[in-house]
């Protein structure tokens, strides 16, 4: 057996549930990132454009960079009551935070496959990287042949869908390489024989507009940014459109037919799903302090977050809710010490104030894979 296919079993002994082995060479896809950055689309997150150059040439990042091997690992759950989704009084996360953090998860991984490198090839220089390292996760990924890049830029696998948690081993060893994808990034286009074919369906669903084209996403209209990443108010203008997402958002994923049709979990999985910590109940979440957040949520990815940005984006969803039960606890918070938690309270009730009744609510709250 070559040392490339004792990679790729290794790979799956240790858990993971995607493998494949592609040049280290500059991502195509880098000018993608360029003029992504240029446009803004990358909001805040200045660290992407501190480290973009470095992104486009991996030998910045481990000199003599020749291959990287390239890994994924699904955090689909089946989601147990499809009634949780259309209670007004609960709160959505999206499904990868159903759980430990994958960068807990998926680091040691990488760190054993890397070790397992160094005894059967001495000599060998490794980095291991998933999610927050200056490396382009998923071009490689579409590289190695992992799956393609959809429209709504996330990698999606023939095998699992979208939901896949992706890691990168960068080392200076040429392997035997896997077939490329050649919808491997933006720069692909809108090909005939795209997988995606004619269909635009994460486009549309997105209740917020965060696709100005296909391929492209602008994280300053996107619900995953602003409820996750951005530290300050939400833009009054994208409030309504958060519907009750609290953390996250998947709803460009749960309307894709390659979603529907391939998602399967890990075949070691390391999520599920607790109602009353991933579909909590919005009021319950305002009487969280520091203590409560983090006895709920230390660590899974919702700490990240914090507390302060959790409790704004749950008066958010509050307002949009349509309950005018929910006066009171608003009301409340209007009172707190703190002045961006007061503004989303008072946000929050006059958009109740707005709604004749729970009906007008918009529709952005589908949940399961069909």
Known sequence: MSLSDHIRQKALELGFDLVGLAPASSPACAAALRDALARGYAAEMNWLGRSAERRARPGTVLPGARSVVALGCSYFVEWPDPALAQDPWRGRMAAYAWGRDYHDVLLPRLQELGQFLSREARGVSWRAYTDTGPILERHFAAQAGLGFIGRNTLLVSPRFGSFISLGALLLDLELDYDAAS??????????????????T????????????SA?????????????????GAIPPELRVGMGRWIFGCDLCQVVCPWVRRCSRPAARPFLRFEPERWAPRLT?????????????YGGTPVARTGRRRLI??????????GRPEARPALQRMRRDPDELLREHAEWALQRLAALDGP??????????VE
């Open 182 to 199: 050649p919808w491997g990034c933006a720069g692909a286009g809108d090909a005939p024989d795209h997988p995606c074919g004619r269909c």
């Open 201 to 212: 369906r994460c486009l549309s669903t997105c209740p917020t507009g965060a696709f100005p």
């Open 215 to 231: 391929f492209r996403l602008d994280a300053r209209r996107c619900l995953s940014y602003l409820t996750i990443e951005h530290p």
């Open 284 to 296: 319950d979440l305002l009487e969280l302090d520091e203590r409560g957040f983090q006895t709920l």
């Open 312 to 321: 704004r984006n749950a008066l958010v969803a509050l307002g949009n809710s």
């Open 359 to 368: 009906g007008s609510v918009p529709e952005n709250t589908a949940s399961t």
